[in-house]
């Protein structure tokens, strides 16, 4: 009954869920001092992996909270957050963690979205922020979450909450919380000069977002582009294929600004939706530089019952040479197709900062 409860209570309205009497019991890890002092904080030597989390039991958690202070300004690309549900050994999250909050390019930024938000400074140099995440993570028998420091130093310090509601069982259809982070260094196309020239009629060169077997819903991504070319990036179809089919895919779109819910570019710079928006960009006039543009599924999950794949062109029918890294966020049964491995630190790294 408790995971049933958990389901009629979150439903499709949270606000109008609030009313329900939840048989739950309310429970947080944290980093606190357990001294009684203010040493707040986890440090984690140079290549070491921390357990932020060791949960035993039935459960869902709904809240996660980090901030993190390290020396090596690219943190946000070397430090690894995974998350294992139910005693698995394949990680259903694997990310690095910034980009998993939402920003890429080993940056972060202030902006404020409904599932995932970094808040903190608007100084480009500042690079301590929050960061939380509000998606619901269900389990049945157990959960773990990890942060590994890739950097070559120590992170001085983790702060972390992580709040979640203990359950006497789980329902049997409750589904499992999983992100996935890929990168393209260069997706290779023949280049800018080359689109009008070209069609894609198969999507088999498209940037891959989401690559998952089972029952479930994609719930949404975030795409980090770093403009190599000098123009607009864009006017990429995204095309999501459901169930196995070749061609046609199921959802079929009309171009990369368009898919997230922009149109003509994006004119308005960075700003954040509740379920779309632009996290960061560099230059958004000319758009030279990079750019992390953010989709959010949450009133529209697309859903598959025996797999799904969501892809983008990387510009008109796959002309661009650039660099893509994104973040893919979907619910599934498990056991879930396992990811490929994780790039090393030095191939998850950005450019030379612009």
Known sequence: MAGKNLIQATGFSPMRGLANARQSRSKRISSYDTTGGNRDWKEIKAGETLTVAKISGAGCINHIWFTIWHEDKLWPRKMVLRMYWDGEESPSVECPVGDFFGVGHGRVRHYVALALNMVGSRDPNVTEIAMNCFFPMPFASSARITMTNESNIQCNALYY???????????????????????????????????????????????????????????????????????????????????????PPSLHGTGTEDYFCSAWGFPSGEYSGPYHGVSFIEDPVEYKGKLTVYRHHIEDPVVFH?????????????AGRDDWSSVGYWYQTEPHKPFPPILPVEKRLPRMQS
Not at 306 to 318: C, G, L, P, Q
Request: hydrophobic content about 35%.
């Open 306 to 318: 025996k797999s799904i794949r969501v892809t983008i062109e990387h510009r008109h029918a796959n």
């Open 161 to 247: 909450y992580v709040d979640y509601e203990e359950l006497d069982s789980l329902g049997e259809d409750v589904l499992r919380f999983h992100a996935w982070w890929n990168r393209e260094e260069n997706t290779g196309g023949p280049g800018a000069a080359e689109e009008s020239k070209l069609v894609n009629l198969d999507g088999k060169d498209n940037y891959v977002i989401v690559d998952a077997v089972g029952h479930g819903h994609y719930v949404g991504c975030n795409v980090s582009i770093d403009n190599l070319e000098g123009n607009w990036p864009g006017e990429g179809d995204d095309m999501i294929f459901v169930d196995g089919e070749q061609w």
